[in-house]
């Protein structure tokens, strides 16, 4: 099954401190993207970060960073100096090209909170 | 910058009705997309759309789920006898298609929060 995971739950940081949130994923597709999407309590989906499987650069915006490992399919999100508007819950996302449109999988979620 | 819209933002509906929820994708997108997140869960693909039909689809999307493009701008998604178990967040997602743009990205709608009483 091509699947999308994130092992953690919930997760916590102090504000101003970095945290990493992890994803693995499943794929036999050569070409695919990965992003990280951010939905606050309003439920609206906010795309936070986006890396292309074939560059091998991690993607970084802002205080937002990836630590992409194909050969692991793994694909982890750092987040530094956290601010308490970064709380929400966080999904890890695959793409892949089917037939001339994408399918998205998306994993379960982590949930972020920012102590003050 | 464009983006994708969805109306109602939250629609309650009795048990057996009807619903349709719309959206208005990215007005030179190519593929449409319906996703449903019930509370607390993932979010799951429902169905794509090109070319005034349906792509793929996946096993949530039985017979009691249709999707339309009536016009030029909005994409549709009717439950036509809606379930207490359709409660649940649905997004609308757009792209431009493999050929056009960045095609390795879906832009998604804020979501309509479907209540089923």
């Known amino acids: 099954a091509q699947t999308v995971t994130q092992s953690q739950p919930e997760m916590s940081v102090q504000e101003a401190e970095t945290v990493t949130l992890s994803c693995t994923y499943d794929?036999?597709?050569?070409?695919?993207?990965l992003f990280w999407y951010k939905q606050p309590p309003s439920r609206q989906m906010i795309l936070v970060i986006r890396q292309e499987a074939y560059k091998q650069q991690n993607a970084t915006e802002n205080r937002f960073s990836v630590n992409f490992q194909k050969a692991a399919k793994s694909f982890s999100l750092k987040i530094s100096d956290s601010q308490l508007g970064d709380a929400a819950m966080y999904f890890c996302a695959r793409l892949i090209n089917s037939g001339g449109y994408q399918k998205v999988t998306f994993g379960t979620g982590t949930k972020l909170q920012v102590i003050p | 910058e464009p983006e994708v819209t969805q109306t109602p933002s939250h629609q309650v509906t009795q048990m057996g009705q009807e619903v349709i929820l719309r959206c208005v994708p990215i007005?030179?997108?190519?593929?449409f997309y319906w996703y449903r997140q019930i509370l607390g869960q993932k979010v799951e693909f429902l169905v794509s759309?090109?070319?005034?039909?349906?792509?793929?689809k996946s096993e949530i999307f039985d017979d009691q789920f249709s999707v339309e493009r009536p016009d030029g701008s909005n994409f549709t998604l009717k439950i036509r006898s809606t379930k207490l178990e359709d409660s649940a967040m649905y997004f609308c997602?757009?792209?431009?298609?493999?050929?056009?743009?960045?095609?390795?990205?879906?832009?998604f709608g804020p979501g309509t929060r479907l209540t089923v009483t």
């Open positions: 007005s030179n997108h190519l593929y």
């Open positions: 794929t036999s597709e050569s070409d695919y993207y």
């Open positions: 759309f090109y070319n005034n039909e349906i792509s793929e």
């Open positions: 997602a757009s792209s431009v298609g493999i050929l056009q743009g960045n095609p390795y990205e879906q832009y």
